[in-house]
């Protein structure tokens, strides 16, 4: 049927998206190390990207910092619940790379397709922002 090889075509992009995504070292080049005090203003960056690329964020939801050993940084893994069509998911996480106030990498990721829109996904994600570490707390 006409449902069924449209959603093989999404699943066959899905796949291609996927292979992107985890190329995870690739993410997040142009950022800096934040301080605590630029998080916000760095989930504000990304939440405009995302809207840009018109992404629902259904959730935000920092995490605890984590320290890394040895590194001159922490971790603040932040977890992402969205909604979007697999075009609009896959130009957002290309636009992560090109962040401007901070340096994130895709850590996990989880797509399935939406019980009631056929053409819509939600996506469960989580994503490392890097933090100075040595700006306290």
Same mark, same amino acid.
């Given at each position: 049927? $006409?449902?069924?090889?449209?959603?093989?075509?999404?699943?066959?992009? +899905?796949?291609?998206?996927?292979? @992107?995504? @985890?190329?995870?070292?690739?993410?997040?080049?142009?950022?800096?190390? $934040?301080?605590?005090?630029?998080?916000? +203003?760095?989930?504000?960056?990304? /939440?405009?990207?995302?809207?840009?690329?018109?992404?629902? @964020?259904?959730?935000?939801?920092?995490?605890?910092?984590?320290?890394?050993?040895?590194?001159?940084?922490?971790?603040?893994?932040? /977890?992402?619940?969205?909604?979007?069509?697999?075009?609009?998911?896959?130009?957002?996480?290309?636009?992560?790379?090109?962040?401007?106030?901070?340096?994130?990498?895709?850590?996990? @990721?989880?797509?399935?397709?939406?019980?009631?829109?056929?053409?819509?996904?939600?996506?469960?994600? /989580?994503?490392?922002?890097?933090?100075?570490?040595?700006?306290?707390?």
């Amino acid at each position: 049927s $006409l449902k069924k090889k449209e959603w093989q075509a999404i699943e066959k992009d +899905l796949i291609a998206a996927r292979g @992107f995504i @985890f190329k995870k070292d690739d993410l997040g080049r142009k950022g800096h190390l $934040l301080s605590r005090q630029e998080v916000s +203003l760095a989930i504000d960056e990304i /939440t405009r990207i995302g809207r840009k690329q018109r992404v629902n @964020f259904t959730s935000i939801s920092p995490q605890a910092i984590e320290s890394v050993n040895g590194a001159v940084y922490r971790r603040l893994p932040i /977890t992402l619940d969205v909604e979007a069509d697999y075009k609009d998911l896959g130009n957002f996480l290309a636009a992560l790379k090109e962040l401007r106030e901070s340096f994130v990498t895709v850590r996990d @990721f989880k797509i399935v397709r939406h019980e009631s829109v056929y053409s819509l996904l939600r996506s469960k994600m /989580t994503i490392d922002m890097y933090i100075r570490g040595d700006d306290g707390g």
